[in-house]
Protein backbone atom coordinates (compact mmCIF):
# COMPACT_ATOMS: atom_id res chain seq x y z
CA UNK A 1 0.00 0.00 0.00
CA UNK A 2 1.08 3.69 -0.90
CA UNK A 3 0.57 5.85 2.01
CA UNK A 4 1.10 9.33 0.98
CA UNK A 5 1.18 12.66 2.66
CA UNK A 6 -1.50 15.28 2.16
CA UNK A 7 0.29 17.66 -0.44
CA UNK A 8 0.68 14.00 -2.21
CA UNK A 9 -2.64 13.02 -2.22
CA UNK A 10 -3.67 16.36 -3.34
CA UNK A 11 -1.66 15.78 -6.72
CA UNK A 12 -2.23 12.42 -7.15
CA UNK A 13 -6.39 13.60 -6.53
CA UNK A 14 -5.72 16.32 -9.19
CA UNK A 15 -4.10 13.83 -11.62
CA UNK A 16 -6.89 11.37 -11.47
CA UNK A 17 -10.26 13.23 -12.02
CA UNK A 18 -8.07 15.31 -14.77
CA UNK A 19 -8.11 11.66 -16.48
CA UNK A 20 -11.47 10.55 -15.81
CA UNK A 21 -12.39 13.90 -17.20
CA UNK A 22 -10.54 13.15 -20.27
CA UNK A 23 -11.78 9.74 -20.86
CA UNK A 24 -15.50 10.50 -20.13
CA UNK A 25 -15.49 8.35 -16.95
CA UNK A 26 -17.28 11.28 -15.30
CA UNK A 27 -19.95 14.13 -15.70
CA UNK A 28 -21.21 16.73 -13.35
CA UNK A 29 -20.94 15.92 -9.54
CA UNK A 30 -21.25 12.64 -9.52
CA UNK A 31 -18.08 10.78 -8.43
CA UNK A 32 -15.72 10.25 -5.81
CA UNK A 33 -12.14 9.54 -4.81
CA UNK A 34 -10.33 9.05 -1.30
CA UNK A 35 -6.87 8.16 -0.60
CA UNK A 36 -5.51 6.70 2.54
CA UNK A 37 -2.76 9.28 4.12
CA UNK A 38 0.36 8.57 5.75
CA UNK A 39 -0.64 9.89 9.25
CA UNK A 40 -3.23 7.37 9.15
CA UNK A 41 -6.34 8.88 7.92
CA UNK A 42 -7.90 10.00 4.71
CA UNK A 43 -8.40 12.44 1.98
CA UNK A 44 -12.11 12.79 0.27
CA UNK A 45 -13.85 14.49 -2.17
CA UNK A 46 -16.24 16.98 -1.09
CA UNK A 47 -20.14 16.33 -1.64
CA UNK A 48 -21.96 18.75 -4.30
CA UNK A 49 -19.12 19.53 -6.43
CA UNK A 50 -18.17 18.37 -9.91
CA UNK A 51 -14.76 16.35 -9.44
CA UNK A 52 -12.42 18.82 -12.44
CA UNK A 53 -14.04 21.63 -10.00
CA UNK A 54 -12.28 20.34 -6.85
CA UNK A 55 -8.57 22.53 -5.48
CA UNK A 56 -7.01 20.97 -3.04
CA UNK A 57 -8.03 23.39 -0.30
CA UNK A 58 -11.74 21.83 -1.27
CA UNK A 59 -10.61 18.28 -0.34
CA UNK A 60 -12.22 16.93 2.69
CA UNK A 61 -9.60 15.54 5.31
CA UNK A 62 -10.43 12.86 7.68
CA UNK A 63 -9.15 11.26 10.36
CA UNK A 64 -8.59 7.24 11.60
CA UNK A 65 -11.88 7.06 12.20
CA UNK A 66 -13.60 8.95 9.38
CA UNK A 67 -14.34 12.01 11.34
CA UNK A 68 -13.91 15.38 9.30
CA UNK A 69 -10.58 17.39 10.40
CA UNK A 70 -10.47 20.12 8.38
CA UNK A 71 -12.52 21.15 5.39
CA UNK A 72 -14.83 23.73 4.52
CA UNK A 73 -17.09 21.45 3.09
CA UNK A 74 -18.95 18.01 3.87
CA UNK A 75 -17.40 14.38 2.53
CA UNK A 76 -18.80 12.77 -0.32
CA UNK A 77 -22.17 11.17 0.60
CA UNK A 78 -20.31 7.45 0.17
CA UNK A 79 -17.78 8.44 2.78
CA UNK A 80 -19.05 5.61 4.04
CA UNK A 81 -18.87 2.98 1.84
CA UNK A 82 -14.96 3.87 0.93
CA UNK A 83 -14.74 3.78 4.60
CA UNK A 84 -15.61 -0.11 4.78
CA UNK A 85 -12.93 -0.74 2.23
CA UNK A 86 -10.36 0.49 3.59
CA UNK A 87 -11.66 -1.50 7.21
CA UNK A 88 -11.72 -4.58 4.97
CA UNK A 89 -8.43 -4.41 3.39
CA UNK A 90 -5.72 -2.63 4.85
CA UNK A 91 -3.67 -2.60 1.94
CA UNK A 92 -5.83 -0.34 -0.37
CA UNK A 93 -4.40 2.87 -0.29
CA UNK A 94 -6.99 4.53 -3.13
CA UNK A 95 -10.11 4.39 -4.35
CA UNK A 96 -12.76 5.69 -6.90
CA UNK A 97 -15.96 5.33 -7.89
CA UNK A 98 -17.74 6.78 -11.65
CA UNK A 99 -20.38 6.54 -13.25
CA UNK A 100 -18.72 5.34 -16.02
CA UNK A 101 -21.13 4.88 -19.11
CA UNK A 102 -20.24 1.68 -20.70
CA UNK A 103 -19.55 -0.24 -16.81
CA UNK A 104 -22.54 1.53 -15.63
CA UNK A 105 -24.60 0.37 -18.29
CA UNK A 106 -24.11 -3.46 -17.23
CA UNK A 107 -24.73 -2.06 -13.15
CA UNK A 108 -28.08 -0.93 -14.36
CA UNK A 109 -29.08 -3.83 -15.81
CA UNK A 110 -27.96 -6.25 -12.94
CA UNK A 111 -25.33 -7.53 -15.39
CA UNK A 112 -21.59 -8.77 -14.44
CA UNK A 113 -19.22 -7.20 -15.83
CA UNK A 114 -17.58 -8.75 -19.33
CA UNK A 115 -13.77 -9.44 -19.40
CA UNK A 116 -13.21 -9.83 -22.84
CA UNK A 117 -9.84 -9.65 -23.42
CA UNK A 118 -6.56 -11.45 -21.93
CA UNK A 119 -5.75 -8.49 -20.02
CA UNK A 120 -8.64 -7.96 -18.51
CA UNK A 121 -8.71 -11.58 -17.32
CA UNK A 122 -5.39 -11.20 -16.39
CA UNK A 123 -5.51 -7.94 -14.65
CA UNK A 124 -9.08 -7.67 -13.26
CA UNK A 125 -10.14 -10.72 -11.39
CA UNK A 126 -13.60 -11.65 -9.96
CA UNK A 127 -15.53 -7.86 -9.96
CA UNK A 128 -18.64 -8.63 -7.73
CA UNK A 129 -22.25 -6.97 -8.52
CA UNK A 130 -23.03 -5.73 -5.66
CA UNK A 131 -26.90 -5.81 -4.99
CA UNK A 132 -28.67 -1.77 -5.07
CA UNK A 133 -28.79 0.15 -2.16
CA UNK A 134 -29.80 3.74 -1.54
CA UNK A 135 -26.46 5.70 -2.41
CA UNK A 136 -24.78 6.65 1.12
CA UNK A 137 -26.81 4.50 2.84
CA UNK A 138 -25.50 2.33 5.78
CA UNK A 139 -27.13 -0.98 3.64
CA UNK A 140 -24.58 0.13 0.79
CA UNK A 141 -21.68 0.32 2.37
CA UNK A 142 -22.04 -2.49 4.19
CA UNK A 143 -22.39 -4.34 0.99
CA UNK A 144 -19.39 -2.74 -0.84
CA UNK A 145 -17.08 -4.00 2.51
CA UNK A 146 -18.88 -7.45 2.25
CA UNK A 147 -17.86 -7.88 -1.44
CA UNK A 148 -14.35 -6.51 -0.81
CA UNK A 149 -13.32 -9.12 1.92
CA UNK A 150 -11.71 -10.83 -0.97
CA UNK A 151 -8.32 -10.05 -1.51
CA UNK A 152 -8.48 -10.62 -4.93
CA UNK A 153 -11.33 -8.16 -5.50
CA UNK A 154 -9.73 -5.28 -7.50
CA UNK A 155 -13.31 -3.40 -8.69
CA UNK A 156 -16.90 -3.83 -7.91
CA UNK A 157 -20.28 -2.76 -9.78
CA UNK A 158 -22.80 -1.22 -7.91
CA UNK A 159 -26.16 -2.05 -9.75
CA UNK A 160 -28.21 0.62 -10.46
CA UNK A 161 -25.45 2.34 -9.76
CA UNK A 162 -21.93 2.70 -11.38
CA UNK A 163 -18.32 1.39 -10.77
CA UNK A 164 -15.86 1.27 -7.85
CA UNK A 165 -12.62 0.40 -8.72
CA UNK A 166 -9.36 0.00 -5.24
CA UNK A 167 -5.82 -0.33 -5.30
CA UNK A 168 -2.74 0.50 -3.62
CA UNK A 169 -2.38 3.84 -4.55
CA UNK A 170 -4.69 5.98 -6.21
CA UNK A 171 -2.85 5.42 -9.19
CA UNK A 172 -3.77 1.72 -9.63
CA UNK A 173 -7.26 2.46 -8.49
CA UNK A 174 -7.76 4.61 -11.69
CA UNK A 175 -5.93 2.47 -14.00
CA UNK A 176 -8.74 -0.02 -12.64
CA UNK A 177 -11.57 1.44 -13.60
CA UNK A 178 -10.06 2.43 -16.59
CA UNK A 179 -9.49 -1.20 -17.79
CA UNK A 180 -13.25 -1.66 -16.32
CA UNK A 181 -14.62 0.88 -18.53
CA UNK A 182 -13.04 -0.27 -21.55
CA UNK A 183 -13.49 -4.11 -20.59
CA UNK A 184 -17.48 -3.16 -20.37
CA UNK A 185 -17.06 -0.66 -23.95
CA UNK A 186 -15.54 -3.75 -25.77
CA UNK A 187 -17.82 -6.32 -24.24
CA UNK A 188 -20.89 -4.50 -25.71
CA UNK A 189 -19.01 -3.96 -29.19
CA UNK A 190 -18.54 -7.75 -29.69
CA UNK A 191 -22.34 -8.15 -28.64
CA UNK A 192 -22.99 -6.23 -31.30
CA UNK A 193 -20.93 -7.83 -33.81
CA UNK A 194 -22.51 -11.62 -32.84
CA UNK A 195 -24.21 -13.15 -35.68
CA UNK A 196 -22.76 -10.59 -38.28
CA UNK A 197 -20.53 -13.30 -39.61
Not at 32 to 53: C, D, H, V, W, Y
Not at 68 to 92: F, I
Not at 144 to 172: F, T, Y
Amino acid sequence: MQRVDVAKAADSFLWAVERAFRLGMQASTGGNISLRLAQGGFLTKPTGLALTECTPQDLVLLGPDGKVLDSRRRPTKEVHAHLAVYGQRPEVGGIVHYHAPHATAYAVRGLPLPQPTVHARRQLGPVPLVPEHPDGSAELAQAVGQACRDPQVKGLLLAGHGLLALGASLEQAQYTAELMEESARVGLLAAMLEGRH
